[in-house]
């Protein structure tokens, strides 16, 4: 039978239930199919993501890690026995120091006469002395006193230099603390100038000097999952590994690495002919993905 317009009933007549079933039957397989295809690329893309992350955070904390232990005085590392806290004196300048008098160009047009019993350092009791030649700090101001809590150590020659700057042991191989610095402009060469005066206890061979500004901690938390950096805290003889407790809560805490779930750090001391060697170790793990950076670290021990 036709309609109105000689069109059959079954021409103009839309999709069957059980067609429309069958498409979307169809449809869902190829969804599924095409999900289970997809899945694996997505999840992978998202594990590299992952452990990229860790990696960058694992190497800026390492890096920022290597920096301080090579501005380390010598002789002045040490690693707690849980192989968990690390610390160091940090050095924020050095040079030689003038051992005897004498006259730099002489005859010549930049003469300058260094004989002046405060210019050269005596090892008999110093308030001055000088460096030869200039600091290269740009940090430092001539005419103006060394940032405060900065020690001048010359030869610390054993780990006994943390018992001598705890003490302020005179003679010693570091300043005390209360000894405040002060940087002069003696014609071609820097003065250093001390409130008080100190006998260093032992003469370089190379007349080496080093300025300390600070102890530096690394202290890891796997409880917290952080790697904590401290430093400005006041000098112990033994070993501060407590972060709540003084002196290391005296100090300026700054966070190194979250996301952290194991470190260790091991130090083999070195002599005066062999470097010592720091070797760091940081695991960082965020949901499955996990990674494990080593880095080991020449120490000069020779001062």
């Given at each position: 039978?036709?309609?109105?317009?000689?069109?059959?009933?079954?021409?103009?007549?839309?999709?069957?239930?059980?067609?429309?079933?069958?498409?979307?039957?169809?449809?869902?397989?190829?969804?599924?199919?095409?999900?289970?295809?997809?899945?694996?690329?997505?999840?992978?893309?998202?594990?590299?993501?992952?452990?990229?992350?860790?990696?960058?955070?694992?190497?800026?904390?390492?890096?920022?890690?290597?920096?301080?232990?090579?501005?380390?005085?010598p002789n002045s590392v040490?690693?707690?026995?849980?192989?968990?806290?690390?610390?160091?004196?940090?050095?924020?300048?050095?040079?030689?120091?003038?051992?005897?008098?004498?006259?730099?160009?002489?005859?010549?047009?930049?003469?300058?006469?260094?004989?002046?019993g405060s210019d050269w350092?005596?090892?008999?009791?110093?308030?001055?002395?000088?460096?030869?030649?200039?600091?290269?700090?740009?940090?430092?101001?001539?005419?103006?006193?060394?940032?405060?809590?900065?020690?001048?150590?010359?030869?610390?020659?054993?780990?006994?230099?943390?018992?001598?700057?705890?003490?302020?042991?005179?003679?010693?191989?570091?300043?005390?603390?209360?000894?405040?610095?002060?940087?002069?402009?003696?014609?071609?060469e820097d003065q250093l100038?001390?409130?008080?005066?100190?006998?260093?206890?032992?003469?370089?061979?190379?007349?080496?000097?080093?300025?300390?500004?600070?102890?530096?901690?690394?202290?890891?938390?796997?409880?917290?999952?952080?790697?904590?950096?401290?430093?400005?805290?006041?000098?112990?003889?033994?070993?501060?590994?407590?972060?709540?407790?003084?002196?290391?809560?005296?100090?300026?805490?700054?966070?190194?690495?979250?996301?952290?779930?194991?470190?260790?750090?091991?130090?083999?001391?070195?002599?005066?002919?062999?470097?010592?060697?720091?070797?760091?170790?940081?695991?960082?793990?965020?949901?499955?993905?996990?990674?494990?950076?080593?880095?080991?670290?020449?120490?000069?021990?020779?001062?």
């Amino acid at each position: 039978m036709t309609g109105p317009h000689g069109q059959s009933r079954a021409g103009r007549r839309g999709f069957s239930i059980v067609e429309l079933v069958t498409v979307i039957a169809l449809t869902g397989i190829l969804t599924v199919g095409l999900a289970n295809v997809l899945q694996h690329p997505m999840n992978g893309y998202a594990a590299v993501s992952r452990r990229s992350e860790l990696v960058a955070l694992a190497d800026l904390a390492i890096g920022r890690m290597v920096r301080d232990l090579r501005r380390a005085l010598p002789n002045s590392v040490r690693v707690s026995s849980s192989g968990r806290v690390l610390e160091l004196l940090h050095t924020s300048g050095g040079g030689r120091y003038r051992a005897d008098p004498g006259v730099n160009d002489p005859g010549g047009p930049n003469e300058v006469d260094h004989s002046n019993g405060s210019d050269w350092l005596s090892f008999g009791g110093d308030t001055s002395f000088n460096l030869i030649g200039r600091f290269q700090n740009p940090a430092f101001i001539r005419g103006e006193a060394l940032p405060s809590g900065t020690r001048i150590a010359i030869y610390p020659s054993s780990a006994g230099i943390w018992t001598e700057a705890a003490l302020g042991t005179n003679p010693g191989s570091i300043t005390p603390a209360s000894t405040t610095l002060s940087l002069a402009d003696d014609g071609d060469e820097d003065q250093l100038q001390l409130s008080q005066e100190h006998r260093f206890a032992l003469e370089s061979p190379n007349a080496r000097l080093y300025l300390v500004d600070t102890p530096i901690t690394f202290l890891c938390d796997p409880v917290e999952g952080t790697l904590w950096r401290i430093e400005g805290y006041p000098v112990t003889s033994s070993q501060p590994t407590d972060p709540a407790l003084p002196p290391l809560s005296d100090g300026s805490h700054a966070r190194a690495a979250d996301r952290l779930e194991s470190c260790a750090f091991d130090y083999v001391p070195g002599s005066p002919s062999r470097s010592g060697l720091v070797t760091l170790t940081l695991v960082l793990a965020s949901g499955n993905e996990r990674v494990r950076l080593l880095q080991q670290v020449e120490i000069r021990n020779a001062p």
